[in-house]
């Protein structure tokens, strides 16, 4: 039996195939189900059957080992391991039944209204404008103050959650000039970030102190607290930004897709899932064998990294009809954006509302969303970012 693997030549890190992916995601799409990769010691998927299957196998394909390109077995992890992204069951369970109760669709009915309220004053600063900054005036701001006020953080230095957020999602990658960068920046606030998982920086009731709780009530261990508080703040300001991000770029760039979303508002929560689709926040995961394996017929060894790439899975014509039409009454359910399996993102119902509540702001308030000049991109190892997004909203 042949077990021939292709060897594609490619560096998704490199700045051209951050800045534009797209090319690159059919060139492994169609290289086959499973390849590698000349340059790094990983198999590598990107197809939606293979990095669906992979995702769901988690007995097979561990996150014990990290969920970035650096094998834990191999290499010391660069900050403490994530008790919740970079573990397995039985820890990863216990951690998730936690996290996974404080951010419960049930807890996120009752964050709606605050959180809607911020939303639509901030869309009207932005219409009041008419000329803005889709990133720094609406899709920073946002998560910036409803998350954090939910965790329950002080208001100060807040800014620092975005040097840490691209710092922990750079990490992912290899030790390029991107994530030396961003460690260089991230040094002096990652104090800070410690800091603000303690017990006594966090405000009672909110989803920071919840965890506390849950020790208190002898569900995890005390140590275990903040770190769980640190997931929080890696995982939850930069990846909605984008999210929202993103779908105000696409948006802008198919006026027809805005006109109907403008004309009827409850499609603010579709057009935000298909925008995860079609332009996911979070490229690429990856998975650590934990033995000797098959994906789609061909062998893989034991403690070897496979890459993930879900936004190649989320084009993937095998699975979608026109997958590179951002078409907003598609049913984009099956997307892995937000993962998938035991580690599908904890917070989504949390994302989805921020999303959903700022298209549908938009949706109400403005007529058309013009592109105003060339938008730039925060390269990151891991994120679709934009750095500048000029927009003009026109009144409605
Ligand atoms: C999903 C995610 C991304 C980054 C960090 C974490 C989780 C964490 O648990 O720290």
Redesign the pocket.
Known sequence: MSNFIPELDVDPYAAHNLLDPYPMHELMRETGPVFKLKDYPVYACARHEQVHQVLTDYETFISGAGVGLTNFNLETPFRPK?????ADPPQHTQMRTILSRILSPKAVMQIRESFARVAEEMVDRCVEKGEIDGIHDLAQIFPLKVFPDAVGLETDDRDNLLLY?DM??NSMGPRNELLAKSTERVIPVTQWIMEHCDRKMLRPGGFGDQIYQAADAGEISHEHAPMLV??FL??GID?TINGIGNALFSLAHHPSEYEKLHRDPAMARPAFEEALRYEST?QTFFRTTNKACEIAGHQLPENTKVLCMLAAANRDPRKWVNPDQFDIERRPSGHVALGTGIHG?VGQAVARLEGELILSAIARKVKRIEVNGQHTRRLNNTLRALETLPLRFVPA
Do not use: D, Q
């Not at 994530?82 to 970079?86: D, M, N, Q």
């Open positions: 994530s008790l919740i992204l970079e957020g922990v999602f640190r997931s890696s995982a990846t979070a993102c």
